[in-house]
């Protein structure tokens, strides 16, 4: 009986004790750089409905341009074409450059907008972000995990419209060359390598939006208020950049290099719109994450 008695005293002394320590404070092995694995925030993100569904919607874009074009009555015209629209049927990567021609302005921005907006806000509207924070996740962590995961679901989604447009292009008006307005041609396999490589600047242009997405995203913990707010951003900007007596500030605008991409598809390549779009996207999106970084740290989550 004695020995029961002292054996309940010994528990209850270990149970009042506080958990041990490590010398910086955190409980014995919890490692910051464990928490929140790419990985598992990757497939998570993959298997919700709206990422699914996104996808599908990419998928069945170009089969709808497809639908359009078979149901139009024009007849071939035979004047010379003046630009990619008069391409877009000729060959599968003529149809895939028209397809991205067509995105670039807003389809690619509300992509781009949708999954870095809901990065932060989408885990502040269930009221999961406080219990992250109280893993505890580091905050500059925990934003450069949600960052990541929306970028390679933004780059994912670029490939699959890409991919799914130049697929269905090549079926149903057939391979070949990429013609350009210039009378120009490119022929396989650097048609398909001039895709990718639009795609990568693509994806280095919208660097802009992506920041301002996930900097409205810490700011709000509505992330439908986050995407609207960045593709406002992104309208009114295009929408100053059409304003010819801007000129000379227009170059200052985000979006004004939007389809600098183009250049890759002459026969002499001239890099500088591109290199200038490239520049303008890194100095917006170095503004943008760093501010993004002192908002989230500076905001009161678990309050």
């Known amino acids: 009986m004695q020995h029961e008695r002292d054996h309940s005293t010994e528990r209850a002394v270990e149970l009042a004790t506080p958990t041990k320590r490590t010398a910086d404070g955190s409980a014995p092995g919890y490692r910051a750089n464990r928490t929140l694995p790419l990985n598992v925030e990757l497939r998570r993100q993959l298997a919700r409905g709206r990422s699914k569904l996104v996808l599908g919607c990419l998928v069945a874009l170009p089969l709808l341009l497809i639908g359009t074009f078979a149901l139009s009555d024009d007849e071939p015209s035979s004047a010379p074409p003046t630009d990619y629209g008069d391409l877009a049927t000729t060959t599968g990567p003529n149809f895939a450059v028209f397809t991205l021609l067509l995105c670039t302005p807003l389809l690619l921005v509300l992509l781009v907008a949708l999954f870095f907006g809901d990065a932060i806000a989408g885990e502040s509207s269930w009221a999961s972000l406080r219990y992250l924070v109280a893993i505890p996740v580091p905050r500059h962590r925990l934003l450069r995990q949600k ?38 041609v490119l022929h396989p396999p650097w048609n398909v390598l001039v895709l990718l490589a639009i795609c990568g600047y693509l994806a280095i242009h919208l660097t802009w939006v992506a920041s301002l997405a996930l900097l409205f995203s810490v700011m709000t913990d509505n992330p439908l208020a986050a995407v609207g707010a960045t593709l406002g951003v992104s309208i009114l900007s295009q929408i100053l950049d059409e304003i010819p007596r801007l000129d000379r500030f227009r170059i200052l605008l985000p979006s004004h290099h939007a389809t600098a991409w183009t250049d890759l598809l002459d026969t002499h390549v001239d890099w500088t719109d591109m290199a200038s779009g490239t ?7 170095a503004v943008f994450v760093t501010a993004a970084l002192v908002r989230f740290h500076r905001a009161d989550i678990t309050g």
């Open 147 to 184: 960052g990541l995961v929306a970028g390679l679901l933004s780059c994912l989604s670029l490939l699959v419209l890409t991919g799914a447009a130049l697929a269905l292009g090549t079926l149903w008006y057939g391979g070949g060359g990429l013609r350009t307005p210039h009378e120009g």
């Open 279 to 285: 520049l303008s996207a890194t100095a917006y999106a």
